[in-house]
């Protein structure tokens, strides 16, 4: 072995000519490859110290006690300054290494020496738990027979505890029976390697289980970033909807609107065109996420440039589909405009593709699924003309417009949630206003599906004569 570059002093060292190392000095120069230190290295290990932090030729101790037979007189350091080159590595790997045998951790020094990695070193269990919540290294070699706390007890805690419970663990033990093995495994070690050290085995397990705790971060990195743009679409998508809801006489509103993820593809809009008279829209865009929350979006821009078309529900179809055709294919978009006339009491309703409103009617009790004929999706083909339905509604009377995101949800036990249960929501809580509605709906919604996420985005608005 040759010797490296002269050793950085550490605070405290006197550098006198002539001085004897302290162990921790021996150690950081045995770690440049000074063959005269290597004898001092177990002595090191006795009496420094419960941990070091190796790299570019010297050692840092990380407790005013660990060097008490050394050089360092009463070394003025607190844990953040001796923290410090570790924090400037954040971006290099640390491996842990843990054993009581000062003989294995310099096998395994030497073994990892090529790697240039920042290596921490523990000779117990405590102190292995304590370097890893306060370093979270990439990854940790642990010896399973120690005294006091053994490898199996300190994985045990590693997992339990959410801030070190992704860090992988190989264990190293003379322990080779098939039962010791599969225990390490099943308490959470990516890995085992079996003492005596194979260098070679060792290196090549050690960069496997780096490369993939590295992939793994990466990737949650990704993800993560993900989330949070999906989050910013999720919050300009809310931004479309109205801020709030017309005030007719006459006449209660109430809507909701929840994704499946964090953006999708329903939506609702309200439109005040007299100080009587209203236009609702109710449309899905297909799929879910990103890809239909653009669409409901395009929906939205295009039905509000469109105001000489608001009192005309087959015109406000007809060109939502004329400008839908040029952008949305493969997609399309179901909808449902209707108008609501408090001065006639009457609702002029047209659809493509959407499910078609119910109507409670108060003089009979009974709720009902709208007859409206209509035409198929928007965004696939150009119409002729649009069918438009009239409905004389009385006081009392309740309507409905959903999407189909509330009729496809789906039980945990895989039953379908379905029209004819809205309905019976619908007959059973139209006495009520339309928010009390709207909460027996989700109530009832949310109980169905017993815990199961929402396949679908789902919306509605519900109004009522009074």
């Known amino acids: 072995m040759t010797a490296g570059p002269p050793l950085r002093p550490l605070p405290g060292n006197k550098n006198q000519p002539g001085f004897s190392p302290c162990p921790a000095q021996a150690l950081a120069l045995y770690w440049r490859g000074a063959a005269t230190a290597c004898r001092t290295l177990p002595l090191f290990i006795t009496w420094a110290g419960p941990w070091f932090i190796f790299d570019a030729g010297h050692a840092i101790p990380l407790r005013r006690d660990s060097c008490d037979a050394c050089c360092l007189e009463k070394p003025q350091l607190n844990e953040s300054d001796l923290m410090t080159d570790a924090a400037n590595a954040q971006s290099e790997e640390r491996i842990l290494l843990v054993d009581d045998n000062p003989l294995n951790l310099q096998v395994l020094m030497e073994t990892l020496q090529s790697r240039q990695s920042r290596l921490l070193v523990a000779k117990n269990g405590e102190t292995a738990l304590t370097i890893s919540r306060k370093t979270h290294p990439d990854l940790i070699l642990l010896d399973i ?3 006091g706390m053994d490898g ?71 993800k993560d970033q993900l989330e949070h743009e999906l989050q910013t679409v999720s919050k300009v998508q809310r931004n479309l909807l109205p801020k709030s809801l017309p005030d007719v006489e006459g006449l209660q509103l109430a809507a909701y609107y929840e994704t499946s993820r964090y953006a999708g593809g329903d939506y609702y809009d309200v439109v005040q065109i007299a100080e009587d008279r209203i236009g609702i829209l109710v449309a899905d865009a297909e799929g879910h996420s990103t890809p239909a929350a653009v669409l409901m979006a395009m929906t939205c821009a295009l039905f509000r440039s469109q105001k000489q078309l608001w009192d005309d529900p087959g015109g406000m179809i007809q060109e939502l589909n004329r400008h839908l055709c040029k952008v949305a294919e493969p997609s399309f978009v179901t909808g449902l405009y209707m108008t609501v006339d408090m001065g006639r009491r009457r609702v002029r309703a047209a659809r493509a593709g959407h499910p078609p409103p119910m109507l409670y009617r108060a003089a009979s009790g009974e709720a009902i699924e709208s007859d409206v004929p209509g035409v198929m999706v928007l965004g696939f083909m150009e119409f002729d003309e649009v069918p438009v339905t009239e409905f004389d509604l009385a006081p009392g009377d309740v309507m409905l417009a959903y999407t189909d995101g509330l009729t496809e949800r789906f039980s945990r036990s895989e039953e379908i949630y379905g029209e004819e249960r809205l309905l019976n929501v619908l007959k059973t809580h139209a006495a009520g206003s339309p928010y009390s509605l709207r909460e027996a709906m989700v109530a009832d919604l949310i109980g169905f599906a017993d815990g199961r996420p929402a396949d679908d985005d789902q919306a509605f608005i519900a109004f009522k004569l009074i």
């Open 145 to 147: 027979m120690m005294p």
């Open 152 to 222: 199996y007890e300190v994985i045990r805690q590693l997992k339990a505890e959410q801030k070190t419970a992704d860090i992988p663990v190989i264990f190293l033990s003379a322990l080779d029976q098939t039962g010791d093995k599969v225990k390490g495994l099943e308490l959470g070690a990516v890995d085992y390697v079996t003492k005596p050290f194979q260098a070679e085995e060792v290196l090549a397990r050690v960069d496997t289980h780096l490369t993939i705790h590295r992939l793994r971060r990466e990737v949650q990195q990704q």
